[in-house]
């Protein structure tokens, strides 16, 4: 089995920055998938960001392209989701995933792609 928990959630203006971490433990495979999704109150959880073993290939969702950046350390089984420039649709939880398999370009960003999750970290930006 896998858990994963997150951290570095927090209540924060428009305009700053968090930085989310994901701790990875348990049986590992080497080439897992890591991802970020979210869910505000009464939505549906969406994909934010995704990434690949090796970092190579990663994944946006359109709504935080070009202020979100996904990272990871293998060594440290660490993932994490530097986020600048908030803004109140950011509010949301933020949950970490994780799939055995390489990421797939057609359902990296699917709910269901996903074995693995945390419990989530509560993320809120004020106006």
């Known amino acids: 089995q896998v858990q994963l928990v997150e951290s570095g959630g927090g209540l924060v203006q428009t305009g700053d920055s968090l930085r989310l971490s994901c701790a990875a433990s348990g049986r590992t495979f080497n080439r897992e998938a890591m991802a970020w999704f979210r869910q505000a109150p009464g939505k549906e959880r969406e994909f934010v960001a995704a990434?690949?073993?090796?970092?190579?290939?990663?994944y946006y969702a359109d709504s935080v392209k070009g202020r979100f950046t996904i990272s990871r350390e293998n060594a440290k089984n660490m993932v994490y989701l530097q986020m600048n420039s908030l803004k109140p649709e950011d509010t949301a939880v933020y949950y970490c995933?994780?799939?055995?398999?390489?990421?797939?370009?057609?359902?990296?960003?699917?709910?269901?792609?996903?074995?693995?999750w945390g419990q989530g970290t509560q993320v809120t930006v004020s106006s």
């Open positions: 995933a994780q799939d055995p398999s390489t990421l797939n370009s057609y359902t990296y960003y699917k709910v269901s792609f996903y074995d693995y």
């Open positions: 990434i690949n073993w090796s970092g190579i290939t990663i």
